[in-house]
């Protein structure tokens, strides 16, 4: 048993410290962890911990010697040929150093309440010829479509960790909105903070910045009708759950089409696909190995409906490409 130290993917990013032990070491008891706590042998970035810290993308959490115990559930459950071809057909991109997938609508990237069957149970389909299941270096919503990064080496992973958590990655969101914003362009700047209940987590815009962490995006306006809806290209310069989805919602005052959670009755129009028009169209993000990645997802089918219906043209959709460094 040696001592070890883990990066902690942007996929993790906001989770408790004891949940995320729980993830990764499910034989260890809150007890031995607690301990572990107290006497200062579990640290992130060097320092004391809290049981209840949340964590950032990027940091490094010290693992002390654990005792032995079954692995994790996920690794004893085997992935259906069924899966394993349709999590296949969803790579847009493979090199020694990440995958990039097009992730459909509806299929949750990581476990909760009430989900057995997700992404993150199903990465050993996505190994190829190497002998480690790649990782998850961000995350997007269940009902979130689009660009979803993996990293197939600890130091892939590590090094696209970091670059999300410095703002290294630029992602860009397509959404429908309804009714279309009152100004075309500009920066939202709204902290938000996480509601826990029944039926979820929940995100809630608050004016005081101490009660709960900065979330910012940068929007504009490509298209709209008037009085019905707009397509929105939405920035994320932070990276905080439902962060897209709250800012239209309260933000803009005029939630995602399709999203009954933060926008009610409002956030649907008769005779329109019912699903969430938000969608990761776009990655822009320096190569573990070197130069820019650049990739694109073309919209899922029951965006380009609506897109149809009001006569929005989405440009072509370019195919991934890696940008060589510029020479100095």
Request: proline share 9%; net charge positive.
């Amino acid at each position: 048993m040696t001592i070890e130290t883990r990066i902690v993917a942007e996929a993790e990013a906001d989770t408790r410290l004891d949940r995320w032990f729980r993830r990764h070491f499910p034989q260890l008891t809150q007890g031995a962890l607690q301990k572990m706590l107290r006497t200062g042998q579990v640290r992130i970035d060097g320092r004391r911990a809290e049981a209840n810290t949340r964590l950032a993308a990027g940091q490094e959490v010290r693992i002390p010697p654990l005792p032995d115990g079954p692995p994790p559930e996920r690794d004893q459950r085997p992935v259906s040929e069924e899966d394993a071809a349709m999590l296949q057909r969803l790579v847009l991109h493979m090199d020694a150093s990440l995958i990039i997938l097009d992730k459909p609508h509806g299929l949750p990237v990581q476990g909760g309440p009430g989900i057995t069957r997700h992404l993150d149970g199903m990465l050993d389909a996505l190994r190829f010829s190497f002998e480690e299941r790649p990782r998850l270096v961000h995350r997007l919503d269940r009902d979130t479509s689009g660009l979803l990064l993996l990293a197939r080496t600890p130091v892939a992973a590590a090094f696209l960790a970091k670059e999300f958590r410095g703002r290294g990655v630029e992602k860009t969101y397509w959404a429908v909105v309804t009714p279309p914003p009152q100004i075309e362009d500009g920066r939202i700047d709204i902290p938000l903070a996480k509601l826990d209940g029944p039926r979820g987590e929940r995100m809630q815009a608050v004016e005081d910045p101490s009660e709960g962490a900065r979330a910012v995006t940068d929007f504009r306006t490509l298209d709209a009708v008037r009085g019905r809806a707009a397509w929105l290209e939405l920035k994320p310069l932070t990276g905080r759950t439902h962060q897209l989805r709250v800012h239209c919602a309260e933000g803009l005052g005029t939630p995602i089409l399709g999203d009954g959670k933060y926008g009610g009755g409002a956030a649907h129009l008769d005779g329109l696909p019912g699903e969430l028009h938000l969608h990761a169209r776009a990655l822009r993000l320096p190569h573990p190995e070197g130069g820019t990645m650049e990739a694109f997802s073309a919209l899922p089918p029951h965006m380009k409906e609506t897109f149809a219906f009001f006569g929005f043209e989405a440009s072509k959709t370019p195919k991934p490409r890696r940008l060589a460094a510029a020479r100095r």
